[in-house]
C-alpha cells in the first residue's frame, strides 16, 4: 500500500430483475486507506485553509464571541507547517483579521503566533451577509492558482476543478440568519464558489437558520452542525481543522456510464449524511456524468444510485452502470482512475431471486426516508399543521427504530411522546426547547452505516446486553453465473449492445 490512498470500490445490490423490470438500486462503498495512521503526505498541490468567524453584534451575548475566540485560536494551532491560511471577520462587510491585505500566509510558527494575536482582538458588531464573506473566501482561495485571465472560460455542464491541485477548505461560524443581504445574493455567492473550496460550518446558539446552513454546505460540499452551547465550539473547529488536514487527494469525483437507453435517476450521498447529488451531476461524455466528492483522506463514503434500464428477455444478463472514482491528473496530466466497480444486471423469472431484498439497500433506503420524514415534520409543527407533524414525526419514529439510527431516536424523544415505537403511535409534546428542534432538525441527515437495536425496545432481558452492529457482509444472491461479456470489458460496450 503506498502513501497515497487507495481506493476501492464495492457494490451492494440484487442483480435481479423480474420480467419487465426496469429499475435497479445499489450502494456504491468508496472507501481511500493509507498506511500508517492514516494522516499521509499533504495533497500535492498542498492545502489551504480560512477560517472565517461572524463577528455581527449577536456574537457579544451570552458568551458566544468569546469561546469564538478560543476555537478560532485552537483552529489556527493545529495548522500544519506550510498550509496557506488566514482569518476573515464577518459582519455587513468581511475584513481581513490575519494576514493584513487579501492574501494567505504559510503556517509557522511565527504566523500561527500572530494570527492567535491577531484573533484575540476580535470584537463583535455589524450585521451578517454570509454570501459577501464566502466571495471574499473564493478571492484568497483563487490567489494560489495560476492566473486565469488567458483560460477558455469554464464549460458549461462541466465540473470544476481547482489546476493547482490543492485541498482547499473553509470553517464558517455564525450565529444568526442572513439578514443583510437577499437570498438572489447568497445564491448568486454560492454558484461562484461552488466547485472552488470545500466549507464546512457551525450555527452557534439557536438564532441562526438551520435550511440556510444546509444550502450552503451542500453547495460546497461540506456538512453543517448546531452548537447550543458555545463552550463546545474550541472542540468543534479542533475536529474539522484536523480532519481538514488529513486529506490528501483534491477534486475526487464519481463517474457513472450507463447504457444507451437508460437513465440515472438518482445518486444520494447516504454516509456519513444524506446529501442528494443528483442536481450536480455534470456531462462527461456521451453516456457518463461526473458527480463531485470532494476532497479525500483515509475514510469511507457510502453512496445510493436509481437507474432505471430497458427492460429485457429472461436470461439477458448486462451492466446496468459502470461507477468509477476519478482524480485529476498532476502538472496537466490526464486524470486518473482510482477504481471502479459495476452494477449487473439479469433478469428471471425465478421469483424468489427478483424479490430479495439486498440490507444495505434497504437500510439506506430507510435512512433518505428518515430524514425526509423528520425534516417535514418539523417543518409542519413550525406552521401549526399538528396533524401532518404528528404523522411524518410518527413515521421517523419508526424509521429510527428500523434502521437502528439511536441518537435520533432520542432527539425525537425530546419532540414527541413516543407512545407505541413498532406502529409510530406519537403525541407532539407541547414544550419544546428550539435547541432540541434544531439538533433534531440539524442532525436528520447523520446517518449510521450499520443498524443497531435500541436498548429501550429490547425485551427487558436483554436489555444489559450491548447492542451489536451487523456483520459488514453483503447480503445479496450470488452474482449472475454467466458474468456478462460487457462487464469485463475495459471500455464500455457498444450502444447498439447496450
Known sequence: MSER???????????????????MHAVVTVEARSDGDGAGPPAEGGAAEIIIIDTSGSMSYGGKMAAARRAAKAAVGVLRDGVRFAVVAGANR???????????VEASASTRRSAANAVGRLEAAGGTAIGSWLRLADRLFDGLSPSRGDDPPHPPGRLRRNPDGAVKHAILLTDGKNQHESDEELDAALRQCSGHFLCDARGVGTDWEVAELRKITSALLGGFLDVPDPKDLEADFLEMTRAAMGKQVADVALRVWTPQHAELKLFKQMVPTVDDLTGKRARSGAQTADFPLGAWGSEKREYFLSVQVRPGEIGRQMRAAWVKVIAPGSGGEAERELASGNVLAEWTDDEALSTRINKRVAHHTGQSELADAIQEGLEARREGDEDTATARLGRAVVLAREVGNEQI???LDKVVDVIDPVTGTVRLKADVSKADEMSLD?????TVRTARTRKSDLPPEDQQKTPQDEPDE??????????PRDAQRDTPPDEAGS
Open 442 to 446: 440539524t442532525r436528520s441527515v447523520r
Open 5 to 23: 490512498p487507495e481506493f476501492t470500490i464495492r457494490v451492494d445490490h440484487n442483480p435481479y430483475l423480474p420480467a419487465g423490470g426496469r429499475e
Open 409 to 411: 431516536a432520542e432527539l
Open 474 to 483: 453483503p447480503d445479496e444472491p450470488e452474482a449472475p453465473r454467466d458474468t
Open 94 to 104: 468581511p475584513r481581513m483579521i490575519y494576514p493584513q491585505g487579501e492574501r494567505l
